[in-house]
């Protein structure tokens, strides 16, 4: 019989205790709990504690220095110690333990178990960037992102960040989850007509009057009090590009309004933050113009829209290079401040990536280790869902199929090595898939290169685009990706299709998905080539 000790009582150390029980139940094998330690000498025993707890015990030979969110798992004959910096990075060291023990994994959003490989579980973990999370819009769909809560933590993630407009919805149903995980909260992204209560209002139009505000600062300060789990604060301005005319006066203003917030929100311990992000493709939004001095008290979120996910941070070519400028001035203002910078990435958005939806293993791999030398403190994962743009997508599985990246972010933004996540996804998707994906990503990724062209349309909407002096190039890139998925890619049963819904994947085996996610690019690529080529006589 085993026994888990345990010894505090605050809801996440609870939480991990439940899971830890749980997840040996489901084992087959039963676990006694006990607290402060008392249990049967001749029990094997799990100790969870917090670092502080840990140090000053009998058990500690060697004192423990962990970073934030950092955990150790100490075994020896009989006992095991899961050591965590704090409740939530206990709970990570739990489901490590379960994995390395039990042979449990969270590679999809459903629960997993194998024989396990590893014989030793002794370990220390700690994370390679202090902040990773996911930025959730326009879903409003609480038992799925309650399963994505559940399945981010699992995989080290620590934060969440809502829209005010999509907290306002789904708060009652997810701020108890968020709450026993001590999961960090964002509010924030493109709300200020949700805050405002009105249309229409432009972001110079707002930054000019202190009345307004003033309005909108005591609604997210009232919303910070009603929601006592909020840990950062976000408001972007309004998704529209600020002319060059007018940038001088915007970033400024911009800056000094985030810093009147947080003026307010650091009595409720709510950090404040302001984006750097070319909306609109405006550069002026983006880059740091010479009377623009970083704030001292805010911190930073940069988000480029338009790179070409086939090409790295570095790639001297197009606006990349001009972006790559911006996040090194803004990083190097950021620490003369002793300011947080984090990067926001749009690896899981179906906006910007499109039902062509790449793959995008090899390129993640190579953005963290740039990020890390670059000094980024944290990195944030956009999921956005497909857009509805024909009744051929009312059926794209956009929840199964951005958690291909979503998993690999995770993962190496926690640190892990890239062998060792890819080998978890070779044994999830079997190894013809996953070379499938791997090629995949040089295949298709490709048209994201077309996104700044094409704006605000991409490459799946030719019937948006005026005077396709790309045309050709896109008509022979789309015929590649077709040749592409007609020879390497197993055709779908027609009667899965006749099933498959965009939300019902739990009643598909894993395989069954990837022939359904192979299907749906095959589509697109069609369509796509097929409204390219419309016309072409009269404008190619």
Excluded at 517 to 531: E, N, Q, T
């Amino acid at each position: 019989m085993k026994a888990i000790a345990y010894f505090n009582d605050h809801v996440t150390t609870l939480f991990a205790v439940e899971e830890l029980r749980r997840l040996f139940r489901d084992a087959g094998i039963e676990a006694a709990v006990t607290k402060d330690g008392h249990s049967d000498h001749e029990q094997d025993v799990i100790f969870l504690m917090l670092e502080k707890e840990y140090n000053t015990s009998d058990w500690c030979a060697n004192q423990l220095s962990l970073k934030n969110d950092g955990f150790s798992v100490i075994e020896d004959e009989k006992h095991v110690w899961i050591i965590g910096k704090e409740g939530r990075s206990l709970l990570y060291g739990v489901y490590d333990y379960c994995a390395r023990k039990l042979g449990y994994s969270w590679v999809h959003l459903s629960e997993k178990r194998a024989p396990p490989s590893a014989k030793n579980v002794a370990c220390l973990e700690e994370p390679l960037f202090k902040r990773r999370g996911n930025i959730i819009e326009t879903v409003d769909d609480p038992i799925y992102i309650i399963r994505l809560i559940d399945w981010g933590v699992k995989n080290g993630l620590n934060e969440f960040f809502f829209t005010f407009f999509l907290w306002d919805k789904i708060r009652r149903y997810v701020e108890g989850e968020l709450a026993k995980r001590s999961m960090n909260v964002t509010l924030g992204g493109h709300s200020l007509s949700f805050l405002i209560e009105e249309k229409g209002q432009q972001a110079l139009h707002f930054l000019e009057d202190s009345g307004l505000q003033d309005r909108v600062i005591k609604r997210i300060e009232d919303i910070c009090r009603e929601s006592p789990g909020v840990t950062r604060v976000s408001l972007w301005p309004e998704d529209v590009g600020i002319g060059k005319e007018e940038h001088a006066d915007f970033m400024p203003a911009y800056i000094a309004f985030t810093e009147k917030l947080k003026a307010v929100l650091g009595k409720l311990n709510v950090e404040v933050e302001h984006i750097v992000y070319n909306a609109g493709l405006e550069w002026n939004m983006l880059e740091r113009s010479g009377g623009t001095e970083a704030s001292r008290e805010a911190d930073v979120l940069y988000a480029y829209w338009g790179r070409d996910y086939s090409r790295s941070l570095h790639h001297r070519r197009g606006g990349q290079a001009r972006a790559a400028d911006s996040l090194k001035d803004w990083r190097a203002e950021t620490m003369k401040n002793g300011r947080s910078f984090t990067v926001l990435e749009y690896y899981s958005d179906h906006f910007m990536l499109s039902e062509l939806f790449p793959p995008l293993l090899n390129r993640m791999k190579e953005d963290m280790d740039d990020y890390k030398d670059l000094k980024v403190d944290g990195i944030l994962n956009l999921i956005v869902p497909c857009h509805l743009k024909s009744d051929r997508l009312a059926d794209y599985p956009w929840k199964w199929i951005h958690q291909l990246n979503n998993y690999m972010f995770a993962g190496l933004s926690w640190g892990k090595e890239f062998s060792a996540l890819a080998d978890d996804y070779r044994s999830f998707l079997g190894e013809d898939h996953f070379s499938t994906l791997m090629k995949l990503e040089k295949v298709i990724a490709r048209h994201t290169s077309w996104n700044v062209p094409l704006f605000p349309a991409r490459i799946v909407d030719p019937e948006k685009v005026e005077g396709r002096k790309a045309g050709r190039e896109i008509i022979r890139f789309l015929a590649e990706v077709i040749d592409f998925l007609e020879n390497q890619t197993p055709a779908v049963d027609d009667r899965l299709l006749a099933i498959q819904t965009k939300d019902n994947f739990d009643s598909f085996s894993t395989e069954e998905m990837m022939l359904i996610y192979f299907d749906f690019l095959k589509k697109s690529a069609a369509d796509s080539k097929h409204g390219w080529m419309e016309g072409a006589a009269d404008e190619l």
